[in-house]
């Protein structure tokens, strides 16, 4: 190691920049910002979606449709499932059980549709059933409860 090739060690070091100082510092005057608009002042902050004053794409585009704000997302589950669940040893099936195998997240309301067959008895505690799901589900000798969902209004 020799006095030439001494160097801070890496990241240990920054430039500072110092802007807006006189114009001994070499950034004075108008401090690296132009002369005149809006982003020379101070407290701009430009809005997300600006284009410099031309019309922003969001507005040139045609909006197409309708997003109900109200409505109910429902997380899906077939008596195919439950089945195979049933075949896991698994008979009282709820949120928790739906969530440890990951067919649902926690604050997913479950609907329980009628898709597939269904032969094993199982207890089913959901949010919604199709009439048919209902229906196969206590034809086997099982139960489907309701569990109080939250109601859109």
Partial sequence: MNLHNLK???NSTHRDRRIG???GSGKGGTSTR???????RSG???KIGFEGGQMPIYRI???RGFKNINRVEYNAINISTLQHLAEKNITDIDRDVLIANGLAKKNDL???LAKGELTAKVNVKADKYSAKAKAAI???GGTAA???APVAE
């Fill in 110 to 112: 479950i609907a329980i």
């Fill in 8 to 10: 801070p060690a890496a």
């Fill in 138 to 140: 206590e034809q086997v």
């Fill in 21 to 23: 100082r006189g114009q």
């Fill in 34 to 40: 132009g002369n005149k608009g809006a982003k020379s």
């Fill in 44 to 46: 701009y902050s430009r």
């Fill in 61 to 63: 585009l045609p909006k």
């Fill in 146 to 148: 309701l569990v109080n």
